[in-house]
T-cell receptor, first 110, second 115 residues
Framework: ELKVEQNPLFLSMQEGKNYTIYCNYS?????LYWYRQDPGKSLESLFVLLSNGAVKQEGRLMASLDTKARLSTLHITAAVHDLSATYFCAVKNTGNQFYFGTGTSLTVIP | KAGVTQTPRYLIKTRGQQVTLSCSPISGHRSVSWYQQTPGQGLQFLFEYFSETQRNKGNFPGRFSGRQFSNSRSEMNVSTLELGDSALYLC??????????????FGPGTRLLVL
């Protein structure tokens, strides 16, 4: 079974700082997804990464994919309070099943 | 365009009962997937339906079943409820184009509490 690990699980960062969330997965896949979930809410799609070396950016968030290392990163630049949420990565296996990471709970403090 | 809707939003059942949850996808979306989210196990894939056929299934017991109708609306059923079935059940729809490029759009979820 495909395993997806995220770290850190919890992240508290000051406004204006940069940080990176890591997502490792255990088997070959070239489809990786990032989602955001606010407390008590559903998931919102952030990025879809479909090839080795793919990089996507939206505002203060940038996601990248290295399929050879089986690693994706979500980089946060100059964090603001509105980015406080839980971030999930998910990988689709060859059988088209989604496997989600454990989530990273991000708190941005003034 | 209306988003993914799920009904009911909250549900309380007792052990041994059964429950049916409903999901209406975004208009034009033919794929509907179901997920269970719990604090202990995180987000787990239940199954995916496409054109009224179950296309993929996660590692859940047979008590969990689903179906999809011709209008792409989907239902999932859990029979003989157990305490451990208490969870947030999320439905997601997508266009399901070839190559897996599609983005999933999630509904607000149904929060099920089993007493």
């Amino acid at each position: 079974e495909l395993k997806v690990e995220q770290n850190p699980l919890f992240l508290s960062m000051q406004e204006g700082k940069n940080y990176t969330i890591y997502c490792n997965y255990s088997t070959t896949s070239d489809r990786l997804y990032w989602y955001r979930q606010d407390p008590g809410k559903s998931l919102e799609s952030l990025f879809v990464l479909l090839s080795n070396g793919a990089v996507k950016q939206e505002g203060r968030l940038m996601a990248s994919l290295d399929t050879k290392a089986r690693l994706s990163t979500l980089h946060i630049t100059a964090a603001v309070h509105d980015l406080s949420a839980t971030y999930f990565c998910a990988v689709k296996n060859t059988g088209n099943q989604f496997y989600f990471g454990t989530g990273t709970s991000l708190t941005v403090i003034p | 365009k209306a988003g993914v809707t799920q009904t009911p939003r909250y549900l309380i059942k007792t052990r041994g009962q059964q429950v049916t949850l409903s999901c209406s996808p975004i208009s034009g979306h033919r794929s509907v997937s179901w997920y269970q989210q719990t604090p202990g196990q995180g987000l787990q894939f239940l199954f995916e339906y496409f054109s009224e056929t179950q296309r993929n299934k996660g590692n859940f017991p047979g008590r969990f079943s689903g179906r999809q109708f011709s209008n792409s609306r989907s239902e999932m059923n859990v029979s003989t409820l157990e305490l451990g079935d208490s969870a947030l059940y999320l439905c997601a729809s997508s266009l399901a184009t070839s190559g897996g490029k599609e983005t999933q759009y999630f509904g607000p979820g149904t929060r099920l509490l089993v007493l």
